[in-house]
């Protein structure tokens, strides 16, 4: 049964990594095709918020994946970036859960004072 399970785990990584894969080559080539560089700059945020409410949580999603499996000091430099201004935004937009919720994932995963749970950062920050 464990073996079944492990099985079927690993072969949905696998599925996941090769999706992940075609949608960069999908996306690079077209960056690669695109002979429009038109850019629009907006005057207004209302725009930005909900997008944030959507991608938030993939981005951390995947801002902890990459941060768990990688060893590269530029990887990684770029993941907590990522996690800085995400939490950042989320903050600006008043998205107090969302902003708790990446500051206690960014603690888990580079635990930083493995004797401070995140239960008790979190009752500081009320």
Do not use: C
């Not at 770029?78 to 008043?94: E, Q």
């Amino acid at each position: 049964m464990q073996e079944a399970l492990s099985s079927s785990l690993r072969k949905k990584q696998d599925l996941f990594v090769l999706e992940s894969e075609k949608m960069l080559r999908v996306g690079q080539s077209r960056l690669k095709n695109s002979t429009e560089s038109v850019f629009h700059k907006v005057q207004s945020t209302e725009f930005v918020k909900p997008v944030l409410e959507i991608l938030w949580s993939p981005l951390l999603a995947s801002f902890a994946l990459v941060f768990s499996e990688q060893d590269e000091f530029r990887i990684i430099d770029i993941v907590l970036n990522g996690f800085k201004d995400l939490i950042f935004m989320t903050g600006i937009f008043g998205m107090p859960i969302q902003r708790n919720a990446l500051v206690l994932a960014l603690i888990n995963q580079s635990a930083v004072d493995s004797k401070v749970t995140a239960y008790q950062i979190h009752s500081r920050t009320q």
